[in-house]
């Protein structure tokens, strides 16, 4: 089936571009979906994924360029991008990654996480519960069209809790939300 989490979040995450943005960064980038819909707005993405299956399958768009490397150990220039997203890939790394990736913000520039936390709280089990019918309809209105994504999947570990105490300690004044379909959104403004 090929309903993708992660892409059904794109538009909300394409409204935390700020305005005048020119460069961004997307980590994680998979097959480079989001990363070309960035590119098509004008920016110029570096686009980031460990995984060389899917930099190969990554289709070549203008203004993206792919990196086949572990943001965690990729030399980042302080003050860069106008933008930075991860898209269910900031639990493949340690969650103290954020602060090289705030640093590699410009002043005004939005960090991005649509990140995945593990279910251990009766608030995660309700929402959990909540998506399920949600989730299924909306395999059954898209299955047959499209492509699986080659990315590496890994279960999240970090609780929700411990995302937000982490976050207000290196992102401070930035936003999560729950989000249906397992996941929750951060919104960081470097000022």
């Not at 990729?74 to 639990?91: Q, T």
Request: aromatic share 6%; with cysteine; charged share 25%.
């Amino acid at each position: 089936m090929t309903f993708d989490h992660n892409d059904h979040y794109h538009a909300r995450l394409l409204r935390l571009v700020p305005g005048g943005a020119r460069t961004a960064l997307d980590v994680g980038c998979g097959t480079g979906r989001f990363a070309r819909r960035l590119a098509a707005r004008g920016l110029q993405v570096d686009a980031v994924d460990p995984a060389a299956e899917v930099i190969e399958a990554a289709q070549l768009a203008p203004g993206v360029r792919y990196h086949r490397a572990d943001i965690t150990g990729m030399d980042l220039e302080e003050g860069r991008y106008d933008y930075i997203s991860c898209l269910a890939s900031i639990h493949h790394v340690p969650f103290g990654t954020v602060a090289r990736l705030r640093d590699a913000l410009a002043p005004g520039g939005v960090l991005a996480i649509l990140g995945c936390y593990p279910e251990v709280s009766r608030a995660d089990h309700a929402w959990s519960l909540a998506a399920v019918p949600v989730n299924a309809v909306a395999r059954l209105a898209t299955a047959g069209r499209g492509t699986p994504s080659p990315a590496p999947v890994k279960r999240p570990e970090l609780p929700l809790t411990e995302i937000r105490r982490e976050a207000a300690e290196l992102l401070p004044g930035a936003t999560i939300r729950r989000l249906l379909f397992w996941r929750y959104l951060l919104a960081y403004r470097k000022g």
